[in-house]
C-alpha cells in the first residue's frame, strides 16, 4: 500500500518531517530515493528537527554517513551516491549500526542492494513542473 503527498516548498518538505518522526520514533530503515537535488537530505533535516535534533544537519556525500543520537535513538544518515561497488557496504559497519534502538536513513540505496537490511519505509521524491514535489511512501 503506497501514499502520496504534494509538498509546494522546501518548508513543506522540512514540515513533513513531524509526520516521519512520528512514524519512526522506535527506529527502522528508510530508502529515500530520487534525483539529484530533489530533498532527500532536505526531508532527513526536517525528521531530525522533529525528533528534537538541534545541531547541523549536513549531506553525507563524502563521508558516506553522518550519525546523530535523538531522544536515546541513533540516527544513521547515509549517502551511496558515490560509492563505487555495493560491497563496500561491509566496511561501513551497517551491522554495527543497527541494533534496537537505531533509525537508518540511507539516500540511493538502490547502490547497496544485497547488502542493505530490507526496508521498514521506502521514499520516492519527485519533482513536479510547478516546482513542488511528490512523496510517495511505501
Do not use: N
Amino acid at each position: 500500500m503506497s501514499e502520496t503527498f504534494i509538498l509546494p516548498t522546501e518548508q513543506d518538505m522540512l514540515d513533513f518531517g513531524l509526520p516521519l518522526a512520528a512514524r519512526m520514533a522506535d527506529g527502522g530503515v528508510v530508502y529515500l530515493s530520487g534525483d539529484l537535488g530533489v530533498g532527500k537530505t532536505t526531508l532527513v533535516r526536517g525528521l531530525l528537527r522533529a525528533m528534537g535534533h538541534q545541531g547541523r544537519v549536513k549531506s553525507p556525500s563524502y563521508g558516506l554517513i553522518e550519525s546523530y543520537e535523538v531522544d536515546g535513538l541513533e540516527v544513521h544518515h547515509l549517502d551511496l551516491y558515490r560509492l563505487g561497488d555495493a560491497e563496500e557496504i561491509e566496511y561501513l559497519g551497517i551491522a554495527d549500526l543497527l541494533d534496537g534502538r537505531s533509525l537508518l536513513l540511507v539516500e540511493w540505496a538502490e547502490k547497496g542492494a544485497g547488502f542493505l537490511p530490507p526496508a521498514t519505509l521506502q521514499i520516492r521524491i519527485e519533482d513536479l513542473p510547478d516546482q513542488s514535489r511528490r512523496l510517495t511512501l511505501q
